[in-house]
């Protein structure tokens, strides 16, 4: 007769700390979900950022929307581009939409951008439906060193 041996259990204090990286996992994987949908009323238009001659441009798509329809602000390191594209409808007892996959209502994308910019001499232009927001870039001043003059007072 053969004795089966088994594998000793793991301890409590180590299925705790296996729970908590699981935990910590799913945690970080949470921050990195981009398939959430926007809120009814919202929508995402597509954006490009990229550096071009010491200037870092983004681009947004938004077609048919007016400038008076966008904002564009830097916020904490952040450029926020928001605006709202209203709901089209045809005159009354003209016309009936069959199918309507052009998204209206508001929208509000927040793109990082940590570099040093100029954000003072930024720029937005609005042609054939693509926002562009010019923002040159600054000389990249830390580790350069900067001698301060010693004053002798009396």
């Not at 296996?18 to 809120?39: G, Y």
């Not at 441009?57 to 008076?68: A, I, N, Q, R, T």
């Not at 003209?94 to 793109?111: D, K, N």
């Amino acid at each position: 007769m053969t004795t089966m041996r088994r594998a000793p259990r793991p301890s409590l204090t180590e299925i705790a700390l296996l729970q908590r990286e699981i935990n910590q996992l799913f945690e970080r994987l949470s921050e990195l979900d981009t398939t959430s949908q926007p809120a009814a009323g919202e929508w995402f238009p597509s954006v490009d950022v990229y550096e071009c001659a010491g200037t870092v441009m983004v681009v947004v798509e938004v077609p048919g929307l007016p400038p008076d329809a966008l904002k564009v602000a830097f916020r904490d390191r952040q450029l926020v581009v928001s605006g709202e594209r209203r709901e089209r409808r045809p005159a009354a007892g003209t016309a009936a939409f069959l199918c309507m996959e052009r998204p209206s209502g508001r929208f509000t994308r927040t793109i990082p951008l940590d570099l040093a910019l100029d954000v003072h001499r930024a720029e937005a232009r609005l042609s054939g439906g693509l926002l562009t927001v010019l923002i040159p870039r600054l000389k990249d001043r830390r580790g350069r060193e900067r001698v301060v003059q010693v004053v002798r007072e009396d």
